[in-house]
T-cell receptor, first 113, second 112 residues
Framework: QQQVKQSPQSLIVQKGGISIINCAYE??????FPWYQQFPGKGPALLIA?????SEKKEGRFTISFNKSAKQFSLHIMDSQPGDSATYFC????????????FGTGTRLQVTL | ETGVTQSPTHLIKTRGQQVTLRCSSQ?????VSWYQQALGQGPQFIFQ???????GRGNFPPRFSGLQFPNYSSELNVNALELDDSALYLC???????????FGPGTRLTVL
């Protein structure tokens, strides 16, 4: 059962453009939503994360938008750069002693010149 | 501050064999989680260790087992390897069983 659905599977954006990746979740107990960036041959690296008490969080060029009623959240990358080309994963978890991350299937982003 | 390290980087085994993967947690972290990432997929949670005890397990069979040592490093053991076990195995560490997990580079396991 896929509890976190991610789209699109792949994305091509021109340099300077906005990259938008969307995720939807099913488990209403989820209360932590991180985004991870993964380069080939590397482990995922935490990019930015949000909790459902806020609707938006911005860190530099990266913004998470969160819609609790729709059970959706998205990552926006402003002024996309070729160095942003990577695979992005959304994830979700519940707080507690056995928190575990449930990941989406990933979005492969390519930023062209 | 030392990040999460994993060994070996790559490993090739044959079906039916056993394998042990190792992880050193980030300095100051006492919790280690293991994930399996099949090619083109997101990581799947295997289990978590907190203060040397298993603290949550995903939908993986008992032939996946682990250990955490007093220095908080960890091992993932897989018995009776199957072809579908071929994947990148990721270790993540955190302080306590909190949500912010930091991943190592992974071990690429190939089962022939």
């Amino acid at each position: 059962q896929q509890q976190v659905k991610q789209s699109p599977q792949s994305l091509i954006v021109q340099k300077g453009g906005i990259s938008i990746i969307n995720c939807a979740y099913e488990n209403t107990a989820f209360d932590y939503f991180p985004w991870y960036q993964q380069f080939p041959g590397k482990g995922p690296a935490l990019l930015i994360a949000i909790r459902p008490d806020v609707s938006e969080k911005k860190e530099g060029r990266f913004t998470i938008s969160f819609n609790k009623s729709a059970k959706q959240f998205s990552l926006h990358i402003m002024d996309s750069q070729p160095g942003d080309s990577a695979t992005y994963f959304c994830a979700a978890s519940t707080s507690g002693t056995a928190s575990k991350l449930t990941f989406g299937t990933g979005t492969r982003l390519q930023v062209t010149l | 501050e030392t990040g999460v390290t994993q060994s070996p980087t790559h490993l090739i085994k044959t079906r039916g064999q056993q394998v042990t993967l190792r992880c050193s947690s980030q300095s100051g972290h006492n919790t280690v989680s293991w994930y399996q990432q099949a090619l083109g997929q997101g990581p799947q949670f295997i289990f978590q260790y907190y203060r040397e005890e298993e603290n949550g397990r995903g939908n993986f069979p008992p032939r996946f087992s682990g250990l955490q040592f007093p220095n908080y490093s960890s091992e993932l053991n897989v018995n009776a390897l199957e072809l579908d076990d071929s994947a990148l195995y990721l270790c993540a560490s955190s302080w306590g069983a909190t949500d912010t997990q930091y991943f190592g580079p992974g071990t690429r396991l190939t089962v022939l």
